[in-house]
């Protein structure tokens, strides 16, 4: 079984930094795109940003510039480093990652329990 763990997340102020960590366990044979997604009261999750088995990334034109994804595929762990934040950042942010558990296996989506980021002064 595959457990996603995120941390980092708290209280900042609007123009403070914060990073997320997501850290995988259990058995991985290997990894293919990994992700952060928020979902703030009252709307829709929606993406934030992506990152393939190979480092490209993709980001949501809301944090383009403020946000970075990375990864280290040895620790099986996916990073958002975020910067310039603002109270529209406000939200839970959740890891999903696309892991097979063996050579024979499919691909499976697996989800973090959430991490809440509040922006405020």
């Known amino acids: 079984q595959v457990q996603l763990v995120e941390s980092g997340g708290g209280l900042v102020q609007p123009g403070g930094s914060l990073r997320l960590s997501c850290a995988a366990s259990?058995?991985?044979?290997?990894?293919?795109?990994m992700e952060w997604y928020r979902q703030a009261p009252g709307k829709q999750r929606e993406l934030v940003a992506s990152?393939?088995?190979?480092?490209?990334?993709t980001y949501a034109n809301s944090v383009k510039g403020r946000f970075t994804i990375s990864r280290d595929n040895a620790k099986n762990t996916v990073y958002l480093q975020m910067n310039s934040l603002k109270p529209e950042d406000t939200a839970v942010y959740y890891c999903k990652a696309n892991f097979r558990t063996t050579l024979w296996a499919t691909f499976t989506d697996y989800w973090g329990q959430g991490t809440q980021v509040t922006v405020s002064s």
């Open positions: 990152i393939s088995a190979g480092g490209g990334t």
């Open positions: 259990g058995t991985i044979f290997s990894s293919d795109y």
